[in-house]
């Protein structure tokens, strides 16, 4: 049995406008490694033709393989389902949307043949993206970076290599809301990045809309810190503070002077401060106990519709659900 040196994972979800490109371009870059590989497309539950094309590129090309899954599970599912069936010593992961430039692989290659066990893509700037988009995303990034007290790179997506004893450690994690590139910080090894410049997307339209990524904000604040919490306390001690300080005051004039407040608007106000903290912090607990439910269903992460181009023998790392083999 051959040794596969180089596992390249690709989650798509209707990326039927621009697949055939991607595979295209992976192929030259791979290629030209000189080494052995494989091409791992998980196709995330797409409902145009990604699948049938992948499948036919599998039939005549043995470094193809498809990972079908019988519905949409999510992007951060998609990618773990491929490192479950990955084989390679290196293990790349890359959008099918061509905004990461596969030729980048090439750096990240030369960075793992240095020592390093993860190589992360850190962008410089994001081309085709809108303002609210770019200043979200820098947002987000830099509020993780606070909030958690793991070093999580900033301006980084999950455009990576990793070490095939990352990639082990990694199918040990079984959370189910998945933030990879968390993840892969926590895990720790020695990192390095590479910088590049973001492309526009070549064909279709983004699998992130601003839903997707406030839940992918969440699911990466919730996973690695309890700050909101704590916060949460915090900021309900001082206004619990400020409210007896008030009411201290509401008293004394009542007692030692002749004066009253006059109406009802700032007890409104007051009321509308507190209800609505208060409201706030029920859905910042909501957040954390509803992630604790999923993770006590012990559901499998992902189902398996298909698998096609893998050898008999080839089995994931875990045990995922597997419908038609």
């Keep these: 049995m051959n040794r596969v040196t180089y596992s390249v994972i690709v989650p798509m979800y209707n990326e039927e406008a621009v697949i055939e490109e991607t595979y295209r371009r992976l192929k030259k870059v791979m290629s030209g490694t000189g080494a052995s590989y494989e091409l791992l497309f998980v196709n995330d539950g797409s409902r145009d033709r990604c699948p049938a094309i992948i499948r036919d590129y599998a039939y005549w090309d043995d470094t193809v393989k498809l990972i079908d899954f019988s519905r949409n599970f999510g992007h951060q599912i998609a990618i773990t389902a491929g490192m479950d069936y990955a084989e390679g010593e290196a293990v790349i992961i890359i959008d099918a949307d061509l905004q990461d430039p596969p030729e980048l692989i090439y750096d990240m290659i030369a960075k793992w043949r240095e020592g390093y066990e993860v190589v992360y893509a850190q962008r410089m700037k994001r081309n085709g993206e809108t303002w609210f988009k770019k200043s979200s995303a820098s947002l ?5 970076r606070a909030s958690t ?5 900033v301006d980084t997506g999950d455009f990576r290599l990793m070490d095939r004893k990352v990639v082990e450690e990694m199918k040990k994690l079984p959370e189910n809301n998945r933030f990879v590139r968390g993840l892969v910080s926590w895990v720790g090894f020695r990192q390095t990045s590479v910088e590049y410049e973001r492309d526009e997307r070549l064909a279709g339209e983004t699998k992130y809309p601003l839903k997707r990524m406030i839940k992918l904000c969440l699911d990466g604040i919730t996973s690695f810190s309890i ?10 001690a001082l206004l619990s503070a400020s409210g007896f300080l008030y009411l201290l005051y509401v008293l004394y004039l009542a007692v030692f002077t002749d004066e009253t407040l006059r109406g ?7 009321m509308l401060l507190f209800n609505g903290f208060i409201l706030l912090m029920l859905g910042i607990m909501g957040e954390y106990i509803g992630r604790i439910y999923d993770e006590t269903k012990g559901r499998p992460l992902y189902v398996v519709r298909e698998v096609y181009g893998m ?4 089995k ?7 419908v038609n083999r």
Excluded: C, H, M, N
């Design 140 to 144: 987000f990034y830099r509020l993780l």
């Design 227 to 236: 700050k909101p919490l704590k916060l949460s306390g915090y900021l309900g």
């Design 264 to 270: 009802w608007a700032s007890l409104v106000s007051v």
């Design 149 to 153: 007290e793991i070093d999580i790179p």
């Design 311 to 314: 050898r008999d023998g080839d």
């Design 316 to 322: 994931p790392g875990r045990t995922p659900l597997v």
